[in-house]
């Protein structure tokens, strides 16, 4: 349980686009932060930053755009892609390995915390980031943006997916 | 080691573990420049972008296209190139050659794929390393796995590390809290002492939870024997007689089951019905007097632990969602019964000269493939025919082995005391008092693989009898530690088959059963818990 539970914390999300696949990427990257005095926690695709706002398409509500004013967010985190080709390969393999200390009887003691450590650290692993405002200042921030040159007025944002 | 220095040492690797999972959560960044933007072609055109593998051109109505390759036409207004056209909602509109005015761009982007590289290599090495030194371990039951050692608890009555010594195990097919059940065994000991001391050992890889355990103590005399039948009812009897013949398919195993040691009576399974039947028939000769009782003592063959870890290693990753509805649902805790339904239970029928006819009139089951049972099944009444009698044994081909197989002329014992622990002492493990054991309640004694428990009993004196017969009972459950390796043969289909008595997943079954048979029983002891340590 310890394991499973470490794991799915670390796990890869389904959302971004693997190395191998990133040239083909043509979304946005994923915004995660908290805001409105860290009351709000969200993560979304970046679909637009203008010098004042910033507006995502929250991976759990993929239908209503959120707009975030800049001031209200201290620091954020830029999820590029995954690190490896093969998530849920890499993800079984290691959940795999921490239920065999389940066979270890006594030494399972000694054998699950190594064995969940070493497929938490190969896990939490799997995601190229960027800092805002370490990494990436706000000026910078638009180029990540699905419409790095902002939600052509023709389009109707209602209908942005 | 001291309990001390092992919390303490404990206490550290759950420090060094929260530590390192802290340390092991880091993250990978990278620098934001990566990907370029140039606003406008003009801008782009200047930065000798030609050499791009690939480049994304967002265009001024929201759409976007990704081009493999790419060049300016002559009159140096567009963009050609081959590559995917793409909506505002990144839906793919088209794929081959594009052309696009400089007028309607709004964006070009490019990214340094170099910064983005697969870090597959190195978690693969990383966890192949660990699979090795995970195998390293696992070694022992790789072999064959669904022969790794299952027991319940064992109980011994003497000092011995081995389980060929235990005098009985408790609870066997209760597999979980709703099926938690009190077993009666007869322990084959005799004492005339003011103590008696058991040992409960936990030999496989599961954990025990005992609720309830006690024994009960029938005095006799010296050169008498106590037996139970299956309602726990007590009779004592001052011989017993071995069958003149015993035969099955015309073959003699009289010399198998005449007597009450090692040597014991098994057949195989059929090659393609687990539950085909074959009789033994007994003659027995110098019956006389009062009534009669068949004694037998039996243990299961591996059949039904090789059924039990098939059925669980069915339900792969799901086995806790089934362990959950056996305790909520009743209906899917009475199916669990069916396959052991399907394989019956030790039928036992006698001549009856009046009505030329086989009479039934008991029928014997106790699951466990470890200790023997020492039942006795009494007659209805006396049908020997001028002091002879026959009986025959109804059983399911390679299910069980038949050690002993006699008649003893019996009466019921008047007297039976039940005697709980007066101390409960670990030998290995944590043992945190007495009362858990001594009340059918909700407190349970746990016991992990490799624990062991020393049970005094303080037995009361004997008025005009020589000795006591000892019976133990023991109440609990438990709980099968599920083998990784069980994992990979998930097969939620084949279970739900093999809980509805399915024809042909029983034939599988018996040819899968038949290949491991023979090597079963060698490897099933050589797996248990303390070996593989």
Known sequence: MVSIVFI??????????????????VKGLYFKCQYENKYSKITGEIIEVSDNHIKLLPIQNATHMI????????KAEIMVSLSVDNPDKINTWASLMNLTSIGHGFWGVFTLPVNVSVTAGINSKNVYWMKYPEHVTWDQLHKFARFPQGIPKTIDETRIK | MTRATKYLILTITILLFIGFIIYSCGKLYIKQDFRQAYRGFNDSIHQNLYDQAFFKVHLKNGEVSLLRDWKLNASKDSILGNGKLFDFNRTEIREGSMAHNIDDIAIIETNQLDAITSTDKDKISTLAILTGANLIIDIAC????????????TFYTERSHSVHDAKAEGFSSAISPALEKLDMDALNT???????????????????????????AVPKKRSEFVFQDRMNTFYKARHMVTPKRATINGTSILSQVSKIDDLEFFSFTDKQDLTKKEDIYLDFEGVYGNKQGLVINFRQTLLTTFLLYNGISYM??????????????????????????????????????????????????????????LIIAPLPKMLSNKGKLKIKI?????????????????????????????????????????????????????????????????IPKLKNQD?????????GYYLEWIRASWLRDKNISKLEKMLSNDDHT?????????????????VFWNSKYSDIQ
């Open chain 1, 67 to 74: 707009t975030i004013d800049k001031n209200a967010i201290d």
């Open chain 2, 316 to 373: 792969g990753d799901e086995v806790g969602d089934y362990f959950a509805k056996i305790e909520t649902n009743s209906a899917v805790k009475k199916r669990l019964g069916n396959p052991f339904k399907l394989l019956g239970k030790i039928k036992l029928y006698v001549w009856n000269n009046e009505n030329e006819s086989w009479e039934f009139f008991d029928e014997l089951y106790e699951t466990g493939p470890i200790s023997k049972n």
């Open chain 2, 394 to 458: 109804e059983l399911t081909k390679g299910l069980w082995r038949i050690d002993y197989l006699g008649l003893s002329a019996i009466t019921e014992a008047p007297f039976a005391t039940k005697i709980y622990p007066s101390e409960v002492t670990a030998i290995k493990g944590e043992s945190d008092g007495l009362a858990k054991v001594i009340k059918d309640d909700d407190k349970y004694l746990v016991s992990f693989p490799g624990n062991e428990f020393n049970f005094k009993f303080n």
């Open chain 2, 190 to 216: 005799q004492t005339s002492r003011e103590d008696f001391y058991l040992t409960m050992k936990n030999e496989a890889f599961e954990t025990h939870l005992i609720n309830e355990i006690c024994l009960t």
């Open chain 1, 8 to 25: 799915q914390g670390c796990s890869s999300p389904k959302y971004l686009s693997t190395p191998k696949d990133f040239q083909n990427n």
């Open chain 2, 506 to 522: 029983w034939k599988e079954l018996a040819i899968e059963y038949k290949a491991v048979e023979q090597q079963m029983e060698q």
């Open chain 2, 467 to 475: 000795e006591y017969e000892l019976f133990l009972s023991s109440k």
């Open chain 2, 142 to 153: 790789i072999t064959n796995p669904k022969a790794c050692f299952g027991s319940c608890p």
